[in-house]
């Protein structure tokens, strides 16, 4: 059974940093590309990252280019997203994905003084 | 970027009648492959997505067949036969074919 399970969410204040992890299991991680796509609350889904299979190329959605960082480490099946400068925008509940059939539960971020 | 318009915003519907959600999307979705990435997900309260269908019309393991897709090129909609309480929640398009990848605005499915 495919799992996702993503932490290192919580509380932050504005300018500072938060770096999410994501534990994958039950497929071959080193195979897949992953995705990070984001919900604020009470809107939309907005993507915005996708690293290759094996880190050869990394995609960033306008709005957080520059500011994260979407890199893995197949040898603990681990997919990351390093946040830096952190905006009150930025306050969304965070799930990474393998593709588009499989999501995790979702990690929350809140950027607030 | 690719603007992928859904409509309606929400519905309102009685179990076990019959519903279509529209997806525009402002280019085409036919990929350089010939295939269209062109999904379905539907989010149930307090719940993470699940995708239902992807490339257009191919229904996930377990989705009930009461579901499916169709269209082609920018012109997509998603049927449900005979809603039940379990399909209530709110359904997203999503087009996988160019990057940045994009979401309908999503349709709010909710009982009469």
């Known amino acids: 059974e495919v799992q996702l399970v993503e932490s290192g969410g919580g509380l932050v204040k504005p300018g500072s940093s938060l770096k999410l992890s994501c534990v994958a299991s039950g497929f071959t991680f080193s195979s897949y590309g992953m995705h990070w796509i984001r919900q604020a609350p009470k809107k939309g889904l907005e993507w915005i990252a996708l690293i290759y299979y094996d880190s050869s190329n990394k995609y960033y959605a306008d709005s957080v280019k520059g500011r994260f960082t979407i890199s893995r480490d197949n040898s603990k099946n681990t997919l990351y997203l390093e946040m830096n400068s952190l905006r009150s925008e930025d306050t969304a509940m965070y799930y990474c994905?393998?593709?588009?059939?499989?999501w995790g539960q979702g990690v929350m971020v809140t950027v607030s003084s | 970027d690719v603007v992928m318009t859904q409509t309606p915003p929400s519905l309102s519907v009685a179990i076990g009648q019959s519903v279509s959600i529209s997806c525009k999307s402002s280019q085409s979705l036919v990929a350089s492959d010939k295939n269209t990435y062109l999904n379905w997900l539907l989010q149930s309260p307090g719940r993470s997505p699940k995708r239902l269908i992807y490339q257009v019309s191919k229904l996930d393991s377990g989705v009930p067949d009461r579901f499916s897709g169709s269209g082609s090129e920018k012109d997509f909609t998603l049927k449900i036969s005979r809603v039940e309480a379990e399909d209530l929640g709110v359904y997203y398009c999503?087009?996988?074919?160019?990057?940045?990848?994009?979401f309908g605005g999503g349709t709010k499915l909710e009982l009469k």
């Open positions: 994905a393998k593709g588009d059939n499989y």
């Open positions: 999503l087009q996988g074919t160019h990057l940045p990848r994009t």
